[in-house]
């Protein structure tokens, strides 16, 4: 088995080696990641640019392609441009930091997985959901499990998985939790500060969000100390809303 | 009625001008959009860096904000930093190109809309699918028809719209067909080539993709003279596998 691994926090980052070493395990591992951080990119790709790949080193090793682009560019790249074998799996991550709820959508990790999916390979992004802590390991291991049960897990087409894995300690982790994706608006808080020479300009900080009770939820599973794995796809299209539409905007 | 436009082809771009010409026959219009082009952005949002939003004119008037942010820190920024008060509306376009099936993901256009969506403003994006033709007229007073029948639509919270106009006479449109967003994959053609210090980079240059032949896909709709009109929402969940993976993972 051939698994790609990408991810958005760029290629020096701890999560990815992490991974990397878990994952060589149980597979050969290619690497195509971002050469610099492209966190909250979403689905962004570059088509007004070229795009590089270098090798990267680490401690004299080959270790893999450092990209100028995207998560999604990193995907694309790997199917497209540097290899002649597709690979057999993506994982994206492991992301510093949660990627539950509207995040989602902003996810450079969740985008790189689902690009892999869009061109049919099976694919899940994870991540561990604390932007500071680099016990990355009980992640990594997860990834491994999961990585193996792929297959027998018999995904639609078009499906691919969103991990979440609270950053606890390994044996406080309660079980996996199968979840959806929360729906909670953020009201973003920005900073207005003016520069030197007197220009605004403003500083995103955080934000205040609604709270969500029901335990099936991505982020109420891993703040309950479960791994939670939200099964997604991208087909945007709210059918429900296709056949009601039909009738109403006859006369438009 | 307040509309906020929006779009990813920037402020400068000939088709927000068109459609900030027409809305404001019916709305006052406020303006918010990139002061570059953010194609291909997809849902990215910036959060390492500060924002500028900066007083655009036009032949002396005033026109808008152009920010220096992605279509979605645009939508943000007008709702969470600018504004005291929020738009009833937000319509992002007209974008030059189409935003059909896959490149829905990608579009920076779209991601505005779902942005105002997400923050629970009714929402639409618009796009000529050429990327050429600057008749964005026909356009423009279908999006004009559009925001005004909105509320008598009865949109389900959480679902905008992806609007698509065929690039040819407005006589010739056929109507309005809803759609559902195509999901043929792309097969990207990169060209690989070499600079002139010896280094290789990688251009991408369109790609192969394959035919859906239901007339109700978004694409086929369009290249059959309809003006396509696809409800899409931003719960990526896959539900049916919610159900299905919880037996099937229990032993992980």
Redesign the interface.
Known sequence: MKILLCNDDGIHAPGLAILAAEIKKIAEVVIVAPAR?Q??????????D?????EYYKNGDFFGWAASG?P?DCV??A???LFDDRPDMVISGINQGSNTG?N???S?TV?AA?EGR???IPSFAVSLTSYTSKEFAPAAR?AS??AL?ME?????K??SL?VNVPAIPEDEIKG?R????G?A??????H??TDPKG??????DGERRQEENDP?IDERAVRAGYIS??????????????QT??E??VN?
Chains 1, 2 share one sequence.
Request: proline residues 4%; glycine residues 4%.
């Open positions: 951080e966190s909250a990119m979403g689905h962004a790709i570059t088509m007004s070229p795009l590089r790949a270098e995207t999604a694309k790249l199917l497209f441009a509207i989602t959508l902003y450079g985008s689902t869009i061109n049919d997860f499990k999961l049960q027998s897990l018999e995904l639609p078009g499906v969103n996996v199968i979840t959806r994706q729906l608006v953020y009201e973003e808080i920005y207005r500060r220009s605004v300009y403003f500083w995103l099936h794995v939200t099964p997604i796809h991208y087909d945007l299209t709210h059918y429900q809303t296709v539409l039909s109403k905007m438009l």
